[in-house]
């Protein structure tokens, strides 16, 4: 048997290599809420050097109540044929499976050299499931998670723990949802009113905006309006005074054009008393 002999420099390098290669942060900060039962908390950790293919999904699924859960990858929101990866927590493992078909025996684990995940955990606490891990965003034979394009996902929780069984009907057990992970970190952030409680965000904010600022002109016309039919209105009465012209708001702009003068007002008010 022969023995490949490396240099301490190869050696080194080798080393320098993989201690370079990205790894999740400590905590993951963006999160897509899938419904109300279910939210994934990520981070898109890009290649690095660029062309590398080496990047990551982190991700941390979070689904309401104690069952076995899964998350896939899917070219088309269909089950079959795809991969996806599932938590099983009475076996405390998470790992790739080839879903094969419909039936729980044609959901298998994938090839021992396919089950490449990283950081892998799965707890339960609380009332909640959490499901750990970091998957390559690139892989031979396998549909690339894209860090900008919509990535499409379909999930699943069972009603127990064990055995892998068939997941039940309706969106709080599977379902399909899509992810721009570059556009979500490009959104704006959202925007409160002073309770606290409305949000909104990107277009809906500035529709809100616009709708604020005709609001503003449109009182602002109807105060005008107001103004001048109290001028014309005082002024003939009143002996000795001279009736101020008003002009009507352009209300095709948008704007106020003029506005009768609240000193004429006052002094028709003094000759009326």
Known sequence: MKFLKLSSATILSFAAAASAAPSC????????????MITMYYAIVPSDPADADNGLLCARMEYEGDQWVG???SADGKMV???AIIGLPDD????????NGMSPDLVVPAEEDRQTLMDTSIVQSDGMTTMSFARMLVEEDEIEIKASGENIFIYARGSANSPLAYHGGGDEHRGVFRVDFKAEEEAPPPVEDDAGDVATTGATAAAAAAAGDATTVAATAAAADATST????????????TTTATTAPDTSSGHVVAASSLMAI???TMFLV
């Open 92 to 99: 405390n493992s998470v790992r790739k499976y080839a879903l």
């Open 266 to 268: 006052s002094l028709a």
């Open 25 to 36: 942060p400590s905590t993951l900060d963006a999160s897509h809420k899938v419904n109300d």
């Open 81 to 83: 044929p795809s991969r």
């Open 230 to 241: 109290a001028a014309t209105t005082a002024a003939p009465g009143a002996e000795g005074t």
């Open 71 to 73: 998350l896939g990858i």
